[in-house]
């Protein structure tokens, strides 16, 4: 069982940053995909981005040129810069990391972005 424990989220003004980490724990074998994926209010849980081990990386139309994911793999570690925010990145955001392809996800943290 791989067990991830999100950190960063808070309250910021439009135009401003967070950055959320997400590490993992348990029982690894190798983690191919990290990543991060959210849920606004009345809405479904979407991808926002994914890295492989190797960096390759996928981002949402919505945030590309905005956010960055990065990882460290010696930490088993995915990070989610998220800069000059909006109103509508507005969502709980969930870590997700693939391993022996079986997906765990996190609890989530709030993010609000005030107008």
């Known amino acids: 069982q791989v067990q991830l424990a999100e950190s960063g989220g808070g309250l910021v003004q439009a135009g401003g940053s967070l950055r959320l980490s997400c590490a993992a724990s348990?029982?690894?074998?190798?983690?191919?995909?990290m990543g991060w994926h959210r849920q606004a209010p009345g809405k479904q849980r979407s991808l926002v981005a994914t890295?492989?081990?190797?960096?390759?990386?996928n981002y949402a139309d919505s945030v590309k040129g905005r956010f960055t994911i990065s990882r460290d793999n010696a930490k088993n570690t995915v990070y989610l810069q998220m800069n000059n925010l909006k109103a509508d990145d507005t969502a709980v955001y969930y870590c997700?990391?693939?391993?022996?392809?079986?997906?765990?996800w996190g609890t989530g943290t709030l993010v609000t972005v005030s107008s």
């Open positions: 348990g029982l690894i074998y190798r983690l191919n995909v």
């Open positions: 997700i990391a693939v391993d022996r392809e079986k997906t765990s």
């Open positions: 890295i492989t081990t190797g960096g390759s990386t």
